[in-house]
Nanobody
Framework: VQLQASGGGLVQAGGSLRLSCAASGRPFGNYAMGWFRQAPGKEREFVGAISWSGGRTIIADSVKGRFTISRDNAKSTMYLQMNSLKPEDTAVYYC????????????????????WGQGTLVTVSS
């Protein structure tokens, strides 16, 4: 499984960015997917995840109401729409995929994901 995250960059506080995660190597639509982030000097943390169908999402409290996750199974791509960005959102953002299909369950912890993209840097200036 290969994951390629893109879309990061420098944005002013209050701005928006959309990250993409292109997947290959297995049938994309069978698996939940997740986003994590890691700020300098901090541990990697869960941002959100989406079910295999896209019908359900889980969003971390720290970004709830500002970030949304979606996916296009026909394009084997997941998205993270980030609005009202804050300086504390500055981090490297990673997309991730679990090793097995999880049905309606949505993995939300680091250990439930085996496959990781290379990360894309988001910098929010104040």
């Amino acid at each position: 499984v290969q994951l390629q995250a893109s879309g990061g960059g420098l944005v002013q506080a209050g701005g928006s960015l959309r990250l993409s995660c292109a997947a290959s190597g297995r049938p994309f639509g069978n698996y939940a997917m997740g986003w994590f982030r890691q700020a300098p000097g901090k541990e990697r943390e869960f941002v959100g995840a989406i079910s295999w169908s896209g019908g359900r999402t889980i969003i971390a409290d720290s970004v709830k109401g500002r970030f949304t996750i979606s996916r296009d199974n026909a394009k084997s791509t997941m998205y993270l729409q980030m609005n009202s960005l804050k300086p504390e959102d500055t981090a490297v953002y990673y997309c991730a995929a679990p090793p097995r299909a999880t049905g309606w369950a949505i993995p939300s912890t680091l250990g439930e994901y085996d496959y990781w993209g290379q990360g894309t840097l988001v910098t929010v200036s104040s």
